[in-house]
Nanobody, 117 residues
């Protein structure tokens, strides 16, 4: 079992920044592929960014150049730095851990990000 706890969401004005954190426990963190997803009201959950066990990153087109995913293996934590936020970034953001050697996936409880003036 993997436990994931997100934090760092909140209300921010357009153009502002937030940093989300996701603390993981219950597994060997360095073996997990970590991702951030988001889900806006009335929409399906969508992939935002992924970071591999070796630190390679991938981003959805709609956040590339604005968001940065990173991980601290020493702290068992993955981060999402969000800059130049737009109202359309408003959503619940979820952390996901994929245990590639086991083939299972776990979700955090989500953290709300609201971009509004």
């Amino acid at each position: 079992q993997v436990q994931l706890v997100e934090s760092g969401g909140g209300l921010v004005q357009p153009g502002g920044s937030l940093r989300l954190s996701c603390a993981a426990s219950g597994s060997i963190f360095t073996r997990n592929v970590m991702s951030w997803y988001r889900q806006a009201p009335g929409k399906e959950r969508e992939l935002v960014a992924t970071i591999s066990t070796s630190g390679n990153t991938n981003y959805a087109d709609f956040v590339r150049g604005r968001f940065t995913i990173s991980r601290s293996n020493a702290k068992n934590t993955v981060y999402l730095q969000m800059n130049s936020l737009k109202p359309e970034d408003t959503a619940v953001y979820y952390c996901n851990a994929f245990r590639q050697f086991v083939g299972d996936s776990y979700w955090g409880q989500g953290t709300q990000v609201t971009v509004s003036s």
